[in-house]
């Protein structure tokens, strides 16, 4: 099934059931919910929601213990951390978006470039959750407190695990059922709520030493982001999730929240930050109206507009290298990879296999399914490419690449947007992407080949000179209207947005 719908399904359950009606510890689980229905329908053959493995023993012992909680910082932050903890702006980071690289050191593209443009006005603080036994990415381009959790861990019991625990359950199970033909699993949704409760215990332990105005994150509804916003409403202090990436018309964290009660949800953020007019009304159309929260603040994209114009990150020894020899090649055309190996279509190796020797392919995995490169490998050996390099495309800065592209080729990655606005020719190849960026490929903004013949003639013909300019641009990349929206929001009272 497309997104498109299991969307539609998620909108006739709550178009028909009382969908706020389940709660829990004060929390309304329906944000929650609608993300594992909309993840088994899209993908039938997981477990989404882990019947097989999770049991109410399972829940119960994770419920009975939680991680000891430490924290590690370097010499200078602790320091400025012992002597002031309260800082105007904390910046809720995550390890896995540290794969680009500054200097040597490691990079967050969502978060750093916001930093970068508040450093010299306001106080600041970089922290970030730690599992037990995760290998952080070190060193960091700016300074990051770590919260570690675990290994030991202490009683706790504070949440009493049994089923009932969820108020309105069976009613929204059997409406959800009925609109979307998915069984919720109680176990799963409990064993979220221990999970997002220990969490925002540990943030609110930081919270009220370091008493921020404002808090920012990307991908709102990772456990520890979750963690935050329940630990942050509870001291009022608003949260603003940073677009990450392509937020369409049908996509569950974001759009249809058709029933959104007026003072929002516990597990959305007052605000949402994002790159263009285009996203902000995928998410504001649906919502009732008098909804105070959350809004949406059209703010840019801080890694786009810091790029324009020039090389940000200096390359390393060999990614240096790599780009020279780039300059051996007439064509250089980069496969950005969503997930699944079986969304690309078949006749994009045809094509590959088919193409000048001059022109080289550059496949880039994406940041959390790198174990696919296997897979294509296997499907480049099998079509005898030899042209084509997958693990420097990977790490090497996404813009850096893209300054040196030709074409840009993908699925359905959000990535599109960016080569748009860096100038550089895209097209989308496959059923999904055909679908999900239809008016960009009715506009000619975007390319749509339906075979090897057009993708040959597509990347051998059109330039950048050939793609006509946005309207409106998707991505706002313009560092100082950047700014000028993040400071704004340091006036946010949690009811009233400023933009």
Same mark, same amino acid.
């Given at each position: 099934?497309?997104?498109?719908?299991?969307?539609?399904?998620?909108?006739?359950?709550?178009?028909?059931?009382?969908?706020?009606?389940?709660?829990?510890?004060? !929390?309304?689980?329906?944000?929650?919910?609608?993300?594992?229905?909309?993840?088994?329908?899209?993908?039938?053959?997981?477990?989404?929601?882990? $019947?097989?493995?999770?049991?109410?023993?399972?829940?119960? $012992?994770?419920?009975?213990?939680?991680?000891?909680?430490?924290?590690?910082?370097?010499?200078?932050?602790?320091?400025?951390?012992?002597?002031?903890?309260?800082?105007?702006?904390?910046?809720?980071?995550?390890?896995?978006?540290?794969?680009?690289?500054?200097?040597?050191?490691?990079?967050?593209?969502?978060?750093?470039?916001? !930093?970068?443009?508040?450093?010299?006005?306001?106080?600041?603080?970089?922290?970030?959750?730690?599992?037990?036994?995760?290998?952080?990415?070190?060193?960091?381009?700016?300074?990051?407190?770590?919260?570690?959790?675990?290994?030991?861990?202490?009683?706790?019991?504070?949440?009493?695990?049994?089923?009932?625990?969820?108020?309105?359950?069976?009613?929204?199970?059997?409406?959800?059922?009925?609109?979307?033909?998915?069984?919720?699993?109680?176990?799963?949704?409990?064993?979220?709520?221990?999970?997002?409760?220990?969490?925002?215990?540990?943030?609110?332990?930081?919270?009220?030493?370091?008493?921020?105005?404002?808090?920012?994150?990307?991908?709102?509804?990772?456990?520890?982001?979750?963690?935050?916003?329940?630990?942050?409403?509870?001291?009022?202090?608003?949260?603003?999730?940073?677009?990450?990436?392509?937020?369409?018309?049908?996509?569950?964290?974001? %759009?249809?929240?058709?029933?959104?009660?007026?003072?929002?949800?516990?597990?959305?953020?007052?605000?949402?930050?994002?790159?263009?007019?285009?996203?902000?009304?995928?998410?504001?159309?649906?919502?009732?109206?008098?909804?105070? +929260?959350?809004?949406?603040?059209?703010?840019?994209?801080?890694?786009?507009?810091?790029?324009?114009?020039?090389?940000?990150?200096?390359?390393?020894?060999?990614?240096?290298?790599?780009?020279?020899?780039?300059?051996?090649?007439?064509?250089? !055309?980069?496969?950005?990879?969503?997930?699944?190996?079986?969304?690309?279509?078949?006749?994009?190796?045809?094509?590959?296999?088919?193409?000048?020797?001059?022109?080289?392919?550059?496949? $880039?995995?994406?940041?959390?399914?790198?174990?696919?490169?296997?897979?294509?490998?296997?499907?480049?050996?099998?079509?005898?490419?030899?042209?084509?390099?997958?693990?420097?495309? %990977?790490?090497?800065?996404?813009?850096?690449?893209? $300054? +040196?592209?030709?074409?840009?080729?993908?699925?359905?990655?959000?990535?599109?947007?960016?080569?748009?606005?860096?100038?550089?020719?895209?097209?989308?190849?496959?059923?999904?992407?055909?679908?999900?960026?239809?008016?960009?490929?009715?506009?000619?903004?975007?390319?749509?080949?339906?075979?090897?013949?057009?993708?040959? %003639?597509? !990347?051998?013909?059109?330039?950048?000179?050939?793609?006509?300019?946005?309207?409106?641009?998707?991505?706002?990349?313009?560092?100082?209207?950047?700014?000028?929206?993040?400071?704004?929001?340091?006036?946010?009272?949690?009811?009233?947005?400023?933009?």
């Amino acid at each position: 099934m497309d997104h498109r719908e299991a969307i539609e399904h998620i909108a006739l359950v709550e178009a028909n059931a009382s969908v706020n009606d389940a709660a829990a510890l004060g !929390i309304q689980l329906w944000p929650m919910v609608r993300r594992a229905v909309f993840g088994q329908l899209v993908h039938p053959h997981r477990d989404v929601m882990k $019947r097989h493995t999770l049991t109410w023993d399972v829940v119960r $012992r994770r419920a009975a213990t939680r991680p000891v909680l430490s924290l590690e910082a370097s010499p200078a932050l602790g320091k400025r951390f012992q002597q002031d903890p309260q800082h105007d702006l904390l910046f809720v980071s995550d390890d896995r978006y540290h794969s680009d690289r500054i200097g040597g050191k490691h990079f967050n593209r969502h978060i750093d470039p916001l !930093i970068d443009l508040v450093d010299d006005e306001r106080s600041w603080l970089k922290a970030e959750i730690v599992e037990k036994s995760h290998a952080v990415q070190k060193p960091r381009a700016r300074d990051t407190l770590l919260l570690h959790r675990g290994p030991e861990n202490v009683p706790d019991g504070e949440i009493k695990v049994r089923s009932g625990l969820i108020v309105g359950f069976n009613e929204l199970q059997s409406a959800v059922k009925r609109y979307s033909g998915i069984d919720l699993y109680e176990p799963f949704f409990v064993n979220q709520l221990v999970i997002l409760n220990q969490l925002r215990r540990d943030w609110l332990e930081l919270l009220m030493l370091v008493r921020p105005r404002l808090i920012l994150m990307a991908c709102y509804y990772s456990h520890p982001n979750l963690g935050m916003i329940l630990a942050a409403r509870s001291l009022g202090i608003p949260t603003v999730d940073v677009q990450h990436g392509k937020q369409g018309a049908y996509h569950a964290a974001y %759009t249809h929240f058709t029933q959104t009660p007026e003072d929002g949800y516990t597990l959305l953020p007052d605000v949402f930050f994002m790159w263009g007019e285009e996203s902000a009304r995928n998410i504001t159309r649906h919502l009732p109206a008098g909804v105070r +929260r959350p809004r949406c603040v059209v703010g840019g994209n801080a890694w786009t507009g810091a790029w324009k114009g020039q090389e940000l990150c200096v390359p390393d020894k060999r990614t240096e290298e790599f780009y020279q020899h780039l300059q051996e090649y007439d064509k250089r !055309i980069l496969v950005t990879w969503q997930p699944k190996l079986a969304r690309m279509p078949e006749f994009l190796f045809e094509a590959m296999a088919r193409a000048p020797e001059n022109w080289i392919w550059l496949h $880039r995995l994406h940041p959390l399914f790198t174990n696919m490169a296997g897979g294509i490998q296997a499907k480049l050996d099998e079509y005898n490419i030899v042209h084509a390099e997958l693990k420097i495309s %990977t790490t090497a800065p996404l813009y850096g690449l893209l $300054r +040196r592209m030709n074409h840009h080729l993908s699925c359905f990655s959000s990535v599109v947007y960016e080569s748009l606005s860096m100038g550089v020719p895209t097209a989308v190849l496959g059923e999904q992407g055909g679908e999900l960026y239809r008016d960009y490929i009715e506009k000619d903004l975007f390319g749509y080949p339906r075979n090897a013949d057009e993708l040959l %003639t597509r !990347i051998e013909k059109v330039s950048p000179a050939d793609v006509p300019p946005e309207e409106t641009p998707y991505i706002v990349a313009d560092s100082s209207f950047t700014r000028n929206a993040l400071l704004e929001l340091l006036s946010y009272d949690g009811v009233t947005a400023t933009r």
